[in-house]
């Protein structure tokens, strides 16, 4: 089964899971005079589960013609599997190691690590130049945001006050 | 019109405004000129800057000018590297990237700032008159037909997503019409689909969903496949003029495409990616048999026919945001996120309630295309050094970017790991052809079609409204052509193919 079709049952569950709430329980909590509405807050999400439940038969039963084979497969395993994944895998785990350190280690420290860490996992390896080329964007983000926009960053870490 | 043009000068021409479209289409055009990223992250990434501008006039302003100027980066990039950095731009390398190869780089850059300038200013010319007609008839709507007029909108989305493609279209449709329903409604206040997590109560935000989207799996598929970012030297280029015979033998194609393209532009779902191929395929057509024989070695013509439509299906792109609200693609539905956020609610009041935002945008698309011409075109030669950019620092600063987007918009960490997790899954939807702007579009326009779908429910005590309405009616109809047709039509074809007879 080619990817698509495995994503479109990945995405049937989630439909079935977002329409059984619509209409099953989620009108239960529904005060007595909101019942008497034409239009409830599950009418809306229940007329889309149905369409979503259907495309997403559709796509996972193949029934629409035309493409399949002529039209170019997504993605063969071969070609796959010559992809960076270590690196796109590190740079994602980069990203959410940013996200939990933003506010505890400061802007200033969790920026430069990011950049200067993102860069030797492509392979840099200039530690100086990184160093200033990291340092140099911070310090201009962290003016942008701080003073231009008024936004607050916390610069330093947790610990060091401010 | 004479009252707005005057208005859309005033506001246009202060100096905040000149120095958002001088900045958005030097911003756009070196970012556009770096192979892999599109329009779309760029605008994205751009949004937290210009929502925090305060102003929509010079916001949307600055948004415009980095869309064409990225249009304009792409093509740069197509010529001098063979490597488009946006689709809108594939059919400029067909022939522009031959040109380049010999030694007429210069020429061939001259050619595509000429031709886009044409068609963009021709396409604005044609916004100002059709914008107003539309706005005036589309103030005769009701909200049944508003809601008609989205799902026409939305559907034809879906239908311009090719054979094969329309399950997958809808299915991305519906997964962000869902997505627009997690949290609080304007018209029920009740939380809805929260999972009875705190921080889905306001609902997922827009921006975090578009640099999930667009940015970050465009900066992750530059990790994965190396070979997408060939970044490498532009060498010498010069002589940018132009003979007398080559503006003689472009000028009609200019004059044809920038017509095409801003119609195709207008249609939603059909943006500048296939003006520019339908318009390189127009013009090969009808030209005469030696002239077709050039179309692929380094023709002018064929250079000057997707330029000039792109630009104008740029433009065109704008009539459906500004006078209906509906935006026909992913750039314009990023900016009508981006004029949601400022307080601005775009559609047929958005020129009789604010006119200076509605003229100044035209304005200043004229203004942004006599600068892409008079300021990049000299620049290039330097701005093209931005194509040897170390890939090793680009993508840590795209991902840096798009995360700082998200935490700026929401002020919030947890928004940075809901960022990587869609991220994520975008990326994997773009590995099985799921297209992504659909999903974009359908969480933007979600709210407003529930409350329109709402209100006439509310007014007709009942779904009643849409047969008591003919508009409402036809209007529905067609969106079901749209998606019927396409399903239909490719597999009549297919039957035919194995020899089976048609049925009619």
Same mark, same amino acid.
């Given at each position: 089964?080619?990817?698509?079709?495995w994503?479109?049952?990945?995405?049937?569950?989630?439909?079935?899971?977002?329409?059984y709430?619509?209409?099953?329980?989620?009108?239960?909590?529904l005060?007595?005079?909101?019942?008497?509405?034409?239009?409830? &807050?599950?009418?809306?999400?229940?007329?889309?589960?149905?369409?979503?439940?259907?495309?997403?038969?559709?796509?996972?039963?193949g029934?629409?013609?035309?493409?399949?084979?002529?039209?170019?497969?997504?993605?063969?395993w071969?070609?796959?599997?010559?992809?960076?994944?270590?690196?796109?895998a590190?740079?994602?785990?980069?990203?959410?190691?940013?996200?939990?350190?933003?506010r505890?280690?400061?802007?200033?420290?969790?920026?430069?690590g990011?950049?200067?860490?993102?860069?030797?996992?492509?392979?840099?390896?200039?530690?100086?130049?990184m160093?200033?080329?990291?340092?140099?964007?911070?310090?201009?983000?962290?003016?942008?945001?701080?003073?231009v926009?008024?936004?607050?960053?916390?610069?330093?870490?947790?610990?060091?006050? /401010? | 019109?004479?009252?707005?043009?005057?208005?859309?000068?005033?506001?246009?021409?202060?100096?905040?405004?000149?120095?958002?479209?001088?900045?958005?289409?030097?911003?756009?055009?070196?970012?556009?000129?770096?192979?892999?990223?599109?329009?779309?992250?760029?605008?994205?990434?751009?949004?937290?800057?210009?929502?925090?501008?305060?102003?929509?006039a010079?916001?949307?302003?600055?948004?415009?000018?980095?869309?064409?100027?990225?249009?304009?980066?792409?093509?740069?990039?197509?010529?001098?590297?063979?490597?488009?950095?946006?689709?809108?731009?594939?059919?400029?390398?067909?022939?522009?990237?031959?040109?380049?190869r010999?030694?007429?780089?210069?020429?061939?850059?001259?050619?595509?700032?000429?031709?886009?300038?044409?068609g963009?200013?021709?396409?604005?010319?044609l916004?100002?008159?059709?914008? &107003?007609?539309?706005?005036?008839?589309?103030?005769?709507?009701?909200?049944?037909? #508003?809601?008609?007029?989205?799902? /026409?909108?939305?559907?034809?989305?879906?239908?311009?997503?090719?054979?094969?493609?329309?399950?997958?279209?809808?299915?991305?449709?519906?997964?962000?019409?869902?997505?627009?329903?997690?949290?609080?409604?304007?018209?029920?206040?009740?939380?809805?689909?929260?999972?009875?997590?705190?921080?889905?109560?306001?609902?997922?935000?827009?921006?975090?969903?578009?640099?999930?989207?667009?940015?970050?799996?465009?900066?992750?598929?530059l990790?994965?496949?190396?070979?997408?970012?060939?970044?490498?030297?532009?060498?010498?280029?010069?002589?940018?003029?132009?003979t007398?015979e080559?503006?003689?033998?472009?000028?009609?194609?200019?004059?044809?495409?920038?017509?095409?393209g801003?119609?195709?532009? /207008?249609?939603?779902?059909a943006?500048?990616?296939?003006?520019?191929?339908?318009?390189?395929?127009?013009?090969?057509?009808?030209?005469?048999?030696?002239?077709?024989?050039?179309?692929?070695?380094?023709? /002018?013509?064929?250079l000057?026919?997707?330029?000039?439509?792109?630009?104008?299906?740029?433009?065109?792109?704008?009539?459906?945001l500004?006078?209906?609200?509906?935006?026909?693609?992913g750039?314009?539905?990023?900016?009508?996120?981006?004029?949601?956020?400022?307080?601005?609610?775009?559609?047929?009041?958005?020129?009789?309630?604010d006119?200076?935002?509605?003229?100044?945008?035209?304005?200043?698309? #004229?203004i942004?295309?006599?600068?892409?011409?008079?300021?990049?075109?000299?620049?290039?030669? #330097?701005?093209?050094?931005?194509?040897?950019?170390?890939?090793?620092?680009?993508?840590?600063?795209?991902?840096?970017?798009?995360?700082?987007?998200?935490?700026?918009?929401?002020?919030?960490?947890?928004?940075?790991?809901?960022?990587?997790?869609?991220?994520?899954?975008?990326?994997?939807?773009?590995?099985?052809?799921?297209?992504?702007?659909?999903?974009?579009?359908?969480?933007?326009?979600?709210?407003?079609?529930?409350?329109?779908?709402s209100?006439?429910?509310q007014?007709?005590?009942?779904v009643?409204?849409?047969?008591?309405?003919p508009?409402?009616?036809?209007?529905?109809?067609?969106?079901?052509?749209?998606?019927?047709?396409?399903?239909?039509?490719?597999?009549?074809?297919k039957?035919?193919?194995?020899?089976?007879?048609?049925?009619?």
């Amino acid at each position: 089964m080619a990817l698509d079709r495995w994503i479109a049952l990945v995405l049937l569950g989630i439909c079935l899971v977002y329409g059984y709430a619509a209409w099953f329980t989620m009108d239960g909590g529904l005060a007595p005079f909101m019942r008497r509405n034409p239009i409830w &807050p599950s009418t809306f999400p229940k007329v889309l589960s149905i369409i979503a439940i259907m495309s997403a038969l559709v796509i996972l039963l193949g029934l629409e013609k035309g493409q399949a084979e002529d039209a170019k497969p997504t993605i063969t395993w071969t070609e796959f599997r010559s992809y960076k994944l270590a690196q796109a895998a590190l740079l994602l785990g980069l990203m959410v190691a940013y996200a939990l350190l933003l506010r505890p280690a400061g802007f200033i420290a969790s920026t430069m690590g990011f950049l200067i860490l993102g860069s030797a996992v492509l392979g840099e390896r200039r530690w100086i130049t990184m160093v200033i080329v990291s340092g140099l964007a911070t310090g201009v983000v962290w003016y942008l945001v701080q003073v231009v926009l008024g936004i607050f960053m916390r610069p330093l870490p947790a610990f060091m006050g /401010v | 019109m004479l009252e707005g043009v005057l208005i859309g000068l005033e506001t246009a021409f202060s100096i905040q405004n000149l120095l958002m479209v001088v900045g958005g289409c030097l911003i756009g055009t070196f970012i556009g000129m770096l192979p892999g990223l599109g329009p779309m992250s760029i605008i994205a990434i751009m949004i937290p800057v210009a929502i925090s501008l305060g102003d929509p006039a010079a916001a949307l302003i600055l948004l415009a000018g980095v869309y064409y100027g990225a249009i304009f980066g792409g093509s740069t990039s197509s010529i001098l590297l063979n490597a488009p950095g946006v689709a809108g731009t594939v059919a400029t390398s067909f022939d522009g990237y031959p040109m380049a190869r010999q030694g007429k780089a210069g020429k061939a850059l001259t050619i595509a700032a000429i031709a886009s300038f044409c068609g963009g200013t021709i396409g604005a010319i044609l916004l100002m008159i059709f914008a &107003p007609m539309l706005s005036s008839v589309a103030l005769l709507f009701h909200s049944a037909e #508003y809601f008609a007029l989205m799902v /026409v909108g939305l559907s034809a989305i879906a239908a311009f997503a090719g054979t094969g493609q329309v399950a997958k279209a809808i299915m991305m449709t519906v997964l962000g019409l869902i997505m627009a329903t997690v949290g609080e409604g304007a018209l029920f206040n009740m939380p809805r689909f929260t999972m009875g997590l705190m921080d889905l109560q306001s609902g997922f935000a827009f921006i975090t969903l578009a640099m999930a989207m667009f940015a970050l799996p465009e900066a992750l598929f530059l990790v994965l496949d190396p070979a997408r970012s060939k970044s490498g030297s532009s060498g010498d280029i010069k002589d940018l003029r132009i003979t007398r015979e080559e503006a003689k033998a472009m000028a009609p194609v200019v004059g044809r495409q920038s017509l095409q393209g801003f119609f195709i532009g /207008v249609l939603p779902g059909a943006g500048a990616t296939i003006a520019s191929f339908l318009g390189y395929a127009v013009e090969r057509n009808i030209a005469p048999k030696e002239e077709q024989e050039q179309f692929g070695k380094g023709s /002018v013509k064929g250079l000057a026919a997707p330029e000039t439509a792109n630009n104008a299906a740029c433009t065109g792109s704008f009539v459906p945001l500004l006078t209906l609200g509906i935006p026909g693609s992913g750039t314009t539905a990023i900016l009508l996120g981006a004029l949601i956020a400022l307080n601005v609610s775009p559609g047929p009041r958005l020129m009789v309630d604010d006119p200076q935002i509605f003229w100044a945008v035209i304005i200043s698309m #004229y203004i942004g295309n006599l600068i892409l011409l008079i300021l990049n075109l000299p620049l290039i030669p #330097y701005i093209a050094k931005v194509l040897a950019l170390p890939r090793n620092f680009l993508i840590p600063f795209i991902l840096f970017f798009t995360l700082m987007g998200a935490y700026i918009g929401q002020n919030n960490a947890t928004e940075l790991l809901i960022l990587v997790g869609f991220g994520l899954c975008a990326t994997v939807l773009r590995f099985a052809d799921y297209p992504l702007a659909p999903l974009l579009i359908g969480f933007i326009l979600g709210g407003m079609l529930e409350d329109n779908f709402s209100r006439s429910m509310q007014l007709y005590d009942g779904v009643s409204f849409i047969w008591e309405r003919p508009m409402t009616l036809g209007l529905l109809m067609i969106a079901l052509l749209l998606v019927v047709l396409p399903s239909y039509r490719a597999r009549r074809a297919k039957a035919r193919q194995s020899g089976v007879a048609d049925g009619d």
